[in-house]
Structure formats: C-alpha cells, structure tokens
Nanobody, 119 residues
Framework: QVQLVESGGALVQTGGSLRLSCAYSGRTSDIARMAWFRQAPGMERTFVAQIGWSTGHKYYGDSVRGRFTISRDNLENTVYLQMRNLKPEDTALYYC????????????WGQGTQVTVSS
C-alpha cells in the first residue's frame, strides 16, 4: 500500500525559502513518477512540479519555474521541493502525489502541508 506523508510547510516572509519533503512508503517499483501540487483557498488544485522516479526527468509549472526545484532521494524514498524567492501567491496547501504510470492522473496523494508567505 502506498502512503505519502508531506512535511516542511511553514509561515515565511516574501523572498524567503522553504523545503518541503514527501516521504513515500511502499514498493518503489510501483512508482513511475512523483509530483507536487498546490491548492490555494477557493482555488482548484494546480500542478507545481514532477519528477520521474527512475529517470529523474523534471517538469515545472510556469509560475514556479526558475524558483522551485524538485528532487528525489531514492535511498530514503523521499521527494523534495526546494522553494526560493517565495511570493504571497505561493501561499497554498501543498500536496505530494505519486503514480505507477508516466501519464494521466495521479492515484496516490498525501494529506498536504501548509505554506504561507507573508507580504
């Protein structure tokens, strides 16, 4: 059974940095890709970044490209999201997601970790 647990959310000031972690439990052979999404109050959940578990290929949403970096530690079964130059519009609940396929919807989700950026 796949479980994802996010951590690292906090209150930071504009321009600050934060690193989120997502610990994955389960068979790593079951996972093809992992990703971060975020959802601001009253808004739909949006894509932030994705990484191929074995390939390491990375993709980013337009609003975070150049500021956020996704990475993985295959030995620790953990995916990270390093966030720099944070802006108030980055305030959201950040979710970790995983899936067995390289396309389509993600089937496994964490509970989320809150990031709040003060102006």
């Amino acid at each position: 059974q796949v479980q994802l647990v996010e951590s690292g959310g906090a209150l930071v000031q504009t321009g600050g940095s934060l690193r989120l972690s997502c610990a994955y439990s389960g068979r790593t052979s079951d996972i093809a890709r992992m990703a971060w999404f975020r959802q601001a109050p009253g808004m739909e959940r949006t894509f932030v970044a994705q990484i191929g578990w074995s390939t390491g290929h990375k993709y980013y949403g337009d609003s975070v490209r150049g500021r956020f970096t996704i990475s993985r530690d295959n030995l620790e079964n953990t995916v990270y999201l390093q966030m720099r130059n944070l802006k108030p519009e980055d305030t959201a609940l950040y979710y970790c997601a995983a899936d067995r396929t390289y396309g389509g919807q993600f089937n496994y989700w964490g509970q989320g970790t809150q990031v709040t950026v003060s102006s």
